[in-house]
C-alpha cells in the first residue's frame, strides 16, 4: 500500500508577517486589514477575500503618514 501525501489548499492572505495595528487608523500596517477582518479570515469565502484584497492597495496611503519628533508627541 502506498501512503499518499496529505494536502491542502492553503487559503489566499495578504499577511505578511508585520502584524501590528495602527493605533489610529485601526487597521494592520503590515497587510492593511482591519481587526475584523484579520479575525474572520478563515470563515470567509474566497469571493469575499478576493473583495477585501482588492480594497487594500487603496488603504496602504493611510499608513505612510508617520509624524516623529516633537510633532508626534505633541500632535501639532
Not at 4 to 9: L, S, T
Request: proline letters at 7%.
Amino acid at each position: 500500500m502506498k501512503d499518499e501525501i496529505w494536502r491542502r489548499d492553503e487559503i489566499e492572505s495578504p499577511c505578511v508577517k508585520l502584524c501590528t495595528i495602527h493605533p489610529e487608523e485601526r487597521i494592520c500596517v503590515g497587510c492593511a486589514r482591519t481587526i475584523e477582518e484579520i479575525a474572520g479570515w478563515s470563515r470567509m469565502t474566497p469571493e469575499a477575500r478576493r473583495a477585501v484584497m482588492a480594497e487594500l492597495p487603496e488603504r496602504a496611503p493611510r499608513l505612510t503618514r508617520r509624524r516623529g519628533g516633537h510633532a508626534g508627541r505633541t500632535g501639532g
